[in-house]
């Protein structure tokens, strides 16, 4: 089994940053693709930036320039790094991860979502 723990979310003003982070956990022998994801009310689960285990990055159109994805490949971990953050970019965010587990079964995982709010 594995865990996402995502941490980092909360309450900005339009114009200011988020750092979030998302640690994987458990019986894990390697992380292929990892990314994040986002959800508002009411709205399906939209891509934001995804990066293979080699630094490969996707970014959704909305948020080229401004959201940088990065990973830490030794910790498992996966970082969003958002810059100029504008009211709809508000949504509760989701870790994501395609991990080969120390069996050599391939799952796919999600983490628990952390809430993005930001003002006007």
């Known amino acids: 089994q594995v865990r996402l723990v995502e941490s980092g979310g909360g309450l900005v003003q339009a114009g200011e940053s988020l750092r979030l982070s998302c640690a994987a956990s458990?019986?894990?022998?390697?992380?292929?693709?990892m990314g994040w994801y986002r959800q508002s009310p009411g709205k399906q689960r939209d891509l934001v930036a995804t990066?293979?285990?080699?630094?490969?990055?996707n970014y959704a159109d909305s948020v080229k320039g401004r959201f940088t994805i990065s990973r830490d490949n030794a910790k498992n971990t996966v970082y969003l790094q958002m810059n100029s953050l504008k009211p709809e970019d508000t949504a509760v965010y989701y870790c994501?991860?395609?991990?080969?587990?120390?069996?050599?079964?391939?799952?796919?995982?999600w983490g628990q979502g952390t809430q993005v709010t930001v003002s006007s």
């Open positions: 458990g019986s894990i022998f390697r992380i292929n693709a």
């Open positions: 990066i293979t285990s080699g630094g490969s990055t």
């Open positions: 994501n991860a395609d991990v080969i587990s120390r069996t050599g079964l391939a799952y796919n995982y």
